[in-house]
């Protein structure tokens, strides 16, 4: 996809949100907002591309990149302080165009979590950035600080919804929340083996399939059914691509809002790369 696309599906995503916004919202009044160089579209368009420009860091691709070789396509860019001012603007806006990009359930859905780590093990102590918002957590690697991004795909790996809780936090809890447009099977590993949450989902039409732990007692499967479950790798292969390309696990985030922007931007261009998913 072409950075004339990107922008051209921000924006009337854009544009159409603010027209739904300001049609429920009254007359705004009080002191004038300085108008920036950039317009919304313009912002989100810029933190999205980031992800898909193959930069380590932020603040080298936006001067050394978009300052140097995009000033035709975004001629009122302003410095790299100035941008980072205007990101927390677009947070909401980012996410209501995350969601517009979801795919659509397929009946054959894959659900799993993966570690958000926000410092390093020996700076819990003294991290205050995510102070009273992270959590220690524990995964199959060992203990972590940090939050867990839980999610389901469809079995072409388009992301069908998307939930950030703290690291503490049981991965079967936000199930129920993610599943509510889901329908057909639901495959898991065994950390959400749960009688109540399979009964609570077969409620909402949607069967949950896991294997079994080694201490339960053996239970016939369809063969279809243990199949499915060994094409999890599709949704371990996105968690992968998320962290490794579109990078949204690092220590370095100075703000809750920053945070939040990175994470939302490298979905999205997840969910905009022609071949972001396994076949």
Same mark, same amino acid.
């Given at each position: 996809?072409?950075?004339?696309?990107?922008?051209?599906?921000?924006?009337?995503?854009?544009?159409?949100?603010?027209?739904?916004?300001?049609?429920?919202?009254?007359?705004?009044?009080?002191?004038?907002?300085? &108008?920036?160089?950039?317009?919304?579209?313009?912002?989100?368009?810029?933190?999205?591309?980031?992800? &898909?420009?193959?930069?380590?860091?932020?603040?080298?691709?936006?001067?050394?990149?978009?300052?140097? $070789?995009?000033?035709?396509?975004?001629?009122?860019?302003?410095?790299?302080?100035?941008?980072?001012?205007?990101?927390?603007?677009?947070?909401?806006?980012?996410?209501?165009?995350?969601?517009?990009?979801?795919?659509?359930?397929? =009946?054959?859905?894959?659900?799993?979590?993966?570690?958000?780590?926000?410092?390093?093990?020996?700076?819990?102590?003294?991290?205050?950035?995510?102070?009273?918002?992270?959590?220690?957590?524990?995964?199959?690697?060992?203990?972590?600080?940090?939050?867990?991004?839980?999610?389901?795909?469809?079995?072409? =790996?388009?992301?069908?919804?998307?939930?950030?809780?703290?690291?503490?936090?049981?991965?079967?809890?936000?199930?129920?929340?993610?599943?509510? $447009?889901?329908?057909?099977?639901?495959?898991?590993?065994? =950390?959400?083996?749960?009688?109540?949450?399979?009964?609570?989902?077969?409620? &909402?039409?949607?069967?949950?399939?896991?294997?079994?732990?080694?201490?339960?007692?053996?239970?016939?499967?369809?063969?279809?059914?243990?199949?499915?479950?060994?094409?999890?790798?599709?949704?371990?292969?996105?968690?992968?691509?998320?962290?490794?390309?579109?990078?949204?696990? $690092?220590?370095?985030?100075?703000?809750?809002?920053?945070?939040?922007?990175?994470?939302?931007?490298?979905?999205?261009?997840?969910?905009? &790369?022609?071949?972001?998913?396994?076949?």
């Amino acid at each position: 996809m072409s950075l004339l696309e990107l922008f051209c599906d921000v924006d009337d995503v854009y544009q159409q949100l603010a027209r739904q916004q300001a049609n429920g919202l009254p007359a705004r009044t009080g002191q004038a907002v300085r &108008q920036a160089g950039l317009c919304t579209s313009e912002i989100m368009t810029i933190l999205i591309h980031f992800h &898909q420009a193959h930069y380590r860091h932020f603040k080298a691709y936006y001067e050394q990149h978009v300052l140097k $070789h995009l000033r035709r396509e975004f001629p009122g860019a302003m410095s790299y302080s100035r941008f980072i001012s205007l990101v927390p603007r677009v947070v909401l806006w980012l996410w209501a165009y995350a969601l517009t990009c979801c795919g659509q359930c397929s =009946g054959v859905s894959f659900v799993d979590s993966t570690v958000l780590r926000v410092c390093h093990p020996r700076r819990i102590p003294r991290h205050k950035v995510f102070a009273g918002m992270a959590a220690r957590g524990k995964s199959s690697t060992g203990w972590f600080f940090g939050f867990k991004l839980h999610l389901v795909v469809n079995d072409r =790996g388009d992301i069908l919804a998307f939930h950030v809780t703290p690291g503490n936090v049981d991965d079967r809890q936000p199930v129920p929340r993610l599943a509510r $447009h889901l329908f057909g099977k639901l495959f898991g590993d065994k =950390g959400y083996l749960s009688k109540p949450l399979f009964t609570a989902l077969v409620k &909402q039409g949607l069967t949950l399939v896991t294997n079994l732990r080694s201490s339960m007692k053996n239970k016939l499967v369809p063969l279809h059914d243990k199949l499915m479950l060994r094409k999890r790798w599709i949704i371990e292969t996105i968690n992968d691509q998320l962290k490794n390309i579109s990078q949204i696990e $690092h220590t370095r985030h100075r703000s809750p809002v920053n945070f939040l922007v990175n994470l939302l931007a490298g979905l999205v261009a997840y969910m905009w &790369q022609p071949n972001g998913h396994p076949n």
